[in-house]
């Protein structure tokens, strides 16, 4: 939407006092749609997603891990920690501990198909997974291996799940991106109709299983990659499976890493995806939604597969892409999202090895930023902006309300907002939109409010609260 000059024109009324850099920067206004109902972002909105060979380390994900505990928390006190990805159709399960030294330290994102093959998670590393998650204040979805694992070991595998991190445990997934299984672990002519048979065989031989031992679990999924007829087949198919918590699936705003498209630009325009106006992807997923009456979680994303692009994913700039799609996503009414990492992947939000110390990631702070919207309702609400590279957001929480800004733009624009009066400001930003370093969320006192008319400067992410 491109008004510019009306948009300016209304703004500056608004602001009688007549500050200069308002007058030399283009207008936007947020409104609220009131009567309107929007969406509570659960606590736990806010997670990660991890590979499941990392697994093969018991003494990765272990509460002795103080560094890596720490960052977590600084993420979100109740976030959700997602354990599978490509290398979760090459893992097997073992009740016994390791005999040997682990086959790596850190496992990253799943480009290579070098180290993957036989990695084997332990009972140790199941133990030491749940003084994690404790240690955290963290829950956990975990994958269990359909693409080339056996229903015995994948029986094995849950039994063990289940008990070791008992209300740790979220959901049981049952296999990673099925969609694209076809020509891979699977003929040609393999579809969803398939899918769902073997995901029942599974499923049921899991659920006799616990009900044998006297446990229970919940289960998720598709956990799609991008095919929807999957998660539309999943949603139906939900109604008879009263376990099954909520529905998932995979984003990346762009791909293949080495795509010379998959540029820093690219990343902070609107993915189509992403708006209903469009009729593309995502209202599929709003119509699974009313069909299964569950909801959805992006339970993989990030801003480039194939491990992320070099000068986009690990850039400033991909900071202020996470916490504007964190929270069009909260807006969608999805139940969180996990942004895919590990090792020293180049989208990887956190970093680095126990040996060698971890580091946060400009994505690490958009996450934060984002954070806020976990507990908190959604307001529906309206920007009219001069570039949809600017976002707004409204949300209600504990009693007072927010307001989230993104601008994406190497322009000044000055935003009319529904906030009468601000008492904390928090600002995401960077040396430079290309910065890898230096990268902050700054929480102060409100420097950039003037009576619900804010500036928000070039490629720069604000929060204000009431």
């Known amino acids: 939407m491109r008004r510019r000059e009306f948009l300016r024109d209304a703004v500056l009324a608004t602001a009688a006092f007549s500050i200069p850099s308002y007058a030399e920067s283009l207008g936007a206004k947020l409104t609220v749609d009131e009567g309107a109902t929007g969406f509570v972002a659960p606590k736990d909105f806010t997670g990660l997603s991890y590979e499941s060979a990392q697994l093969a380390n018991p003494e990765f994900f272990t509460a002795a891990n103080k560094a890596l505990v720490a960052l977590f928390k600084e993420l979100s006190p109740d976030g959700m920690l997602r354990l599978g990805g490509g290398s979760s159709e090459f893992t097997t399960y073992s009740d016994a ?14 480009t290579s198909h070098t180290v993957k093959h036989g990695t084997t998670t332990t009972a140790l590393a199941l133990r030491n997974l749940r003084a994690f998650l404790d240690a955290a204040g963290w829950s956990c979805i975990y994958g269990l291996n359909l693409g080339q694992g056996s229903k015995e070991n994948a029986v094995r595998e849950a039994v063990a799940v289940v008990r070791t991190l008992g209300p740790r445990l979220v959901a049981l997934q049952i296999g990673n991106e099925p969609d694209s299984f076809r020509n891979r672990y699977r003929p040609a002519e393999y579809g969803p109709a398939d899918y769902l048979a073997e995901w029942n065989v599974f499923h049921d031989a899991i659920v006799s299983a616990l009900d044998a031992v006297k446990l229970k679990a919940s289960f998720s999924g598709p956990d799609i990659s991008n095919k929807l007829a999957y998660l539309t087949a999943f949603a139906a198919d939900a109604a008879k499976h009263p376990d099954v918590v909520f529905l998932s699936g995979h984003y990346y705003a762009m791909g293949p890493a080495g ?3 998959a540029t820093l630009q690219n990343l902070l325009l609107l993915d189509p995806k992403l708006t209903t106006v469009k009729q593309r992807d995502f209202p599929v997923i709003l119509d699974a939604m009313k069909t299964a009456r569950l909801r959805f979680r992006m339970s993989e994303m990030n801003s480039c597969w194939n491990g992320g692009q070099v000068g986009a994913s690990d850039t400033f700039g991909s900071a202020l892409w996470c916490a504007d799609t964190m929270l069009r996503f909260a807006g969608l009414g ?64 504990e009693h007072q309300e927010f307001v989230a800004l993104i601008n994406k733009t190497d322009q000044p624009i000055s935003v009319a907002t529904p906030l009468k009066h601000a008492t904390s400001q928090w600002t995401l930003s960077g040396p430079s939109l290309e910065s890898k370093d230096g990268v902050a969320l700054v929480r102060s006192k409100p420097i950039a409010w003037h009576g619900g008319l804010v500036a928000l400067p070039p490629y720069t992410a604000m929060l204000l609260r009431s």
């Open 259 to 261: 795509n010379p498209d």
């Open 97 to 110: 501990d390791p005999s040997g030294p682990p086959p790596f330290e850190v496992f990253g994102p799943d």
């Open 334 to 397: 999805f139940s969180g999202v996990n942004l895919h990492g590990g090792g020293n992947g180049v989208y990887s939000p956190i970093v680095g090895s126990p040996s060698e110390g971890f580091n946060r990631r400009p994505e690490f702070f958009g996450m934060q930023f984002a954070q806020q919207i976990a507990g908190a309702e959604l307001r529906p609400s309206h920007l009219e902006t001069p570039d949809d590279r600017m976002t707004g957001y409204v949300f209600t929480k």
